[in-house]
């Protein structure tokens, strides 16, 4: 199943979380100041109402000792000393319910709520309000009976109040948050810029460009997986190369022995002779398994490009590979009147390797020797034993080469300005002896003196552990 865009996602819950928050501060923030406002209030008609108390009560002494007690002369004149007694109201009631004094702006009496000491509110049926009150006890000095003392403000007026001070408090928090939400969304952009980048870059990439994506200013998060992704795009390129290669040199290889089959059959039906035929026949039949062995060859080499072991461990007998080799190509030789001869020290010569890449790498040079040096030309392969090590060196009197072609002979397609209109070829021989020498460990030479070309090869006798990587 298909999911929304991450970054879509991101910034839908970022969005949603932000405005939770905002709104659940705002929502903290206008309960806390109004409560903080309703308790500083609150504080304030406690403070008042005792300070009323107090002087209801040295009033209350004076009348025990014959002075006059005037409960309203005493409210009164305290609240016209207070600042903000405009918006506060009073209430002072004998034990009967009787109004012995009140404010202008008091509110209907309710006996049943105004004798309940403490904090309470009270509903205003005239105005459909209610009022925020304190009720405090104390005794009449004449009857000694009880008297109430409620001291209250319009909560409608406290209201107003508390709208001046709560909606400066939550107001930036609601003007802030859209340009919060927007910079949410556009840091969110930013955030996701090197994954667009990444994914751009991913969508430009295809068998013909796999080059390794670009690291620089990436997150630590991306990091990795880029070098993931550049593993990845190297291994298929090296697989693609690979795969290239092995076509081409299937071609360069086996146009050698299809070659000798034809120049056979052409032989075959060209001759009465029926020990003649049936010689060519056979020439035929060896080439096939030659080209099967060819095609062998070149599926190890296609193993050991992708990067698989080979077993190098077989001692080869290079004197008799190298007669079997010139063996197969004497007829191409013959058919441009050329001389081979193989110069040995008559003893079996022995290295540790693999036969099947020796005799690609030996028929290579030898068919190169062939078709490149001329009709009528000598072809000389001598091998030697130096210490621990064979040489193996192919010599003809051919064209030769310049210094520029040798320092370039063993790059992939390749070839000499005087063969190349000459000779069919692709230049993929020496490419394969290169890598079949340093498979084997070993190393090759090439010299041209006076019209004389000489491709040297030497190759250790025992391998080291080591296997060399492709």
């Known amino acids: 199943m298909k999911l929304h865009s991450v970054k879509r996602r991101l910034v839908f819950t970022s969005v949603l979380l932000c405005l939770a928050v905002i709104t659940v501060s705002a929502i903290w923030v206008y309960v806390g100041t109004r409560q903080a406002i309703l308790e500083v209030n609150d504080d304030h008609f406690q403070e008042i109402n ?27 004149d305290t609240m016209k000393n207070e600042s903000t007694s405009q918006s506060y109201s009073y209430l002072l009631l004998d034990s009967n319910g009787k109004v012995l004094a009140r404010s202008k702006n008091a509110p209907p009496e309710d006996l049943i709520q105004m004798r309940h000491l403490g904090f309470d509110n009270i509903k205003d049926p005239r105005h459909k309000g209610i009022w925020r009150g304190v009720t405090m006890r104390l005794t009449d000095p004449q009857t000694g009976l009880p008297m109430w003392l409620w001291f209250g403000e319009d909560m409608h007026l406290r209201a107003e109040v508390e709208e001046k001070i709560v909606i400066p408090a939550i107001a930036p928090l609601v003007i802030t ?21 990444l994914e751009k870059e991913v969508s430009r990439k295809s068998i013909t460009n796999l080059t390794p994506l670009n690291t620089k200013n990436v997150p630590t998060e991306l990091y990795s997986f ?101 063996a197969e190509l004497v007829p191409l030789a013959l058919k441009q009147s050329q001389k081979i001869t193989l110069e040995t020290e008559g003893q079996t010569l022995e290295i540790q390797g693999n036969e ?106 025992v391998r080291n552990e080591r296997i060399p990587s492709s």
């Open 356 to 461: 099947i890449f020796l005799g690609c790498l030996f028929r290579n040079l030898i068919d190169n020797a062939i078709r490149y040096s001329g009709e009528g030309s000598s072809i000389c392969v001598d091998i030697r034993e130096e210490n621990d090590k064979i040489r193996i060196a192919v010599t003809d009197n051919g064209l030769g080469m310049s210094q520029e072609e040798i320092n370039r002979v063993f790059e992939r397609f390749f070839r000499g300005s005087q063969t190349k209109n000459k000779v069919n070829g692709v230049g993929l021989g020496m490419a394969i002896v290169q890598r079949i020498v340093y498979l084997h460990q070993g190393h090759i030479e090439i010299t041209s003196k006076n019209d004389f070309l000489a491709f040297v090869v030497t190759l250790p006798k």
């Open 50 to 76: 005792e300070k009323l108390l107090t002087l209801l009560l040295l009033t209350n002494s004076s009348a025990k000792k014959g002075c006059d007690f005037d409960a309203e002369k005493v409210v009164g």
């Open 226 to 326: 880029i070098e993931r992704l550049n593993f990845l795009f190297h291994e298929v390129d090296a697989a693609w190369k690979r795969e290239k290669r092995f076509n081409q040199d299937s071609a360069h290889e086996l146009r050698t022995p299809l070659a000798v089959i034809m120049l056979n059959a052409e032989n075959a039906l060209q001759t009465t002779d029926l020990e003649q035929r049936a010689y060519h026949l056979e020439q035929i039949k060896r080439s096939i398994k030659r080209s099967e062995r060819t095609i062998e060859q070149l599926l190890t080499l296609a193993k050991v490009d992708n990067g698989l072991l080979i077993d190098f461990s077989h001692a080869v007998d290079l004197t008799s590979l190298l007669q079997e080799v010139i």
């Open 177 to 197: 948050t859209p340009f919060l939400c927007l910079l949410l969304v556009l840091l969110t952009n930013r955030l996701f810029a090197p994954i667009n980048r």
